[in-house]
Structure formats: C-alpha cells, structure tokens
C-alpha cells in the first residue's frame, strides 16, 4: 500500500512524514491534462551529487512520489526508490474510491475510478526512466529553475543537500516561445531523446536543454532536428525539422498521432492517449519562427 511507502503520517489527513520534500518542476510532462504533485525524500545526513550540474546523482535511499489527479479525482501515485548505486524500483499505486489509501499495480491499470486514466506498468515506467543516467526524470537543474526566488533549487542549495551549488544558474535563451518551446521539448521529450538513453545509438535528436545554454540556436533541439533526416516517412515527412514549416517536419506531425507506430510521446500504454493540443501549437508556431539559415 502506499501508506508504507514513507509518504504520509497520515493518509487520510494527507500529512507529510517528516523529511517529505514538495517540489514542483518548470515545465511539465504531458499527461493528458491531468494534474500533478511531486514529493522526494533524502536519507537524513545524505546530499545529491551535482558536481555535473547537468547529470545529478542520488543518494541510496532517495524516494520520490507523483500523484495524478484526474478532474479533481485522485487516480495513482507513482513511486520510485533508490535501493542501490545502479538500481532503482518503481510501482504505481492506484487510489481506492474512499481515499482510505492506494494499492500496488505493478501490472497497470486502465480507466482507473471511471476516469480515462491509464496507470503504467513497471516495464511501461522503465522505458523513459532509462533514459536518465541515474534513473530519475524531471528532477534537475533545468527543471527545479523555476524564477521564483524560493523555487526548490534555492531550498536545496540553503539546505546543504546539493553538493555544489550550480553555476551559473539555469536559464533558457531566447524569446518567451523559445524558451517555452525548448523547455515542452526538454521536459516530454529529451529523457529518450538524449545520449543517456540506450536507445540513443539509433536515434540522431537530442533534445534535452545544457546548463549555460547561450544562444537558443546551439540549443541541441535545433542543431540535431533542423534539415536531419529521418528513420521514417510518417506523413509524407522525412526530415526532423524544415524550418517556417511545420507540417513538413516530422517533429511536429508525429505529435499529432495518437494510437499507431508514428505517435510521440509513445501512447497509449508508455505516455498518453490524447493529443497535447496546448504543447503541439507551441512547437508549431516555434518551427514556423525558425530562420532558414543560422544568422
């Protein structure tokens, strides 16, 4: 149950144990609208290794919740535990009707308390935390950045429990729709789209966002999508990213899919079942201000 996992002193109440750390992250992961919060526990006397500000590093014991609510219905929360150096475990726990407690579905679950939500199977899970050199998406420099000046980076850095702090501060280049178009790309789509990923071998994007980032033209979402060439033809498209035109780049048609071998994020059973309208409009108007040729 998800009582003994050391979230709560009390489920019913919904009181943290002591130790439990809320944080929120920048940009978030599609999850077909639902919402989301986030908690990690550090052993006491424990700190995260961010000598590589863009590659951090946990200590055993680290745990990490996410709780999806569906219009307002709370649905899961997964679960992810650090046991050893290389080695973390992970389940989802599917709420019941009276909010008592949620139980272990390590097999998944669909359509859980009427809702459309789709709890992952372990397996399901494994193929986009892969991608993370230790095991742990969406906690990072980039993503714990948030602007505000007690955003969970800052709390982390006050309290000790970061090994160096970082340097200099995460910021993202550009203009508003560069930075959130970059940002929807780094937080859906680089934990595969990265060289970490096993994966990576096969697939030319990369698509996560460096610390000290400068020019939004270096970023790695422009340098390895703009005119590359593609596995695939989805669509009639063969190239990652034509700049000025969206539905010619495949980046942006492959959003669009929801249900066959060419949607991305993958769906139904690793991501999502519905279209990220919201997030498919910013990489398409993101595409359409690309320049033809790097100034």
């Given amino acids: 149950m998800l009582s003994e996992t050391g979230l709560y002193d009390d489920v019913a109440a919904a009181t943290l144990a002591p130790g ?3 944080f929120r992250v920048r940009f978030e992961l599609w999850a077909d609208g639902a919402e989301k919060q986030r908690w990690i526990y550090l052993p006491p006397g424990t700190r995260i290794d961010t000598r590589d500000p ?7 014991g680290t745990r990490v919740w996410k709780e999806f609510r569906v219009d307002g219905v709370r649905v899961e929360t997964r679960f992810l535990h650090k046991v050893e150096a290389d080695r973390w475990e992970n389940v989802a726990y599917v709420w019941r009707a009276d909010g008592s407690d949620a139980d ?9 308390l009427g809702t459309p939500h789709d709890v992952p199977a372990i397996d399901d899970c494994f193929t986009c935390h892969r991608g993370a050199i230790d095991g742990l ?20 850095e006050a309290a000790a429990l970061v090994t160096d702090p970082i340097a200099p501060r995460p910021a993202i280049p550009g203009t508003e729709l560069e930075q959130s178009a ?3 790309l780094h937080a859906n789509c680089g934990h595969c789209h990265d060289s970490a990923h096993p994966l990576s071998r096969f697939r030319a994007l990369r698509l996560r966002i460096p610390v000290g980032l400068v020019d939004p033209l270096d970023a790695p979402a422009v340098r390895t999508t703009v005119g590359a060439e593609m596995h695939h033809d989805a669509d009639g498209t063969t190239i990652a990213v034509v700049p000025g035109d969206p539905l010619s780049s495949q980046l942006y048609v492959r959003m669009l899919h929801r249900g066959d071998e060419w949607d991305m994020p993958p ?3 690793d991501a999502s079942d519905f279209v990220d309208e919201a997030g498919a409009e910013l990489v398409r108007a993101w ?6 040729t790097r100034p």
């Fill in 287 to 292: 595409i359409e201000g690309l320049p033809a």
């Fill in 267 to 269: 769906g139904p059973t």
């Fill in 54 to 60: 863009d590659v951090w590093v946990f200590p055993i």
């Fill in 137 to 156: 998406n969406g906690v990072g420099a980039i993503q714990l950045a948030t602007g505000a000046p007690d955003d969970f980076l800052v709390q982390l």
């Fill in 20 to 22: 439990v750390m809320p």
């Fill in 104 to 112: 272990a579905r390590p097999e998944g679950a669909t359509d859980v």
């Fill in 182 to 184: 970059l940002g929807y």
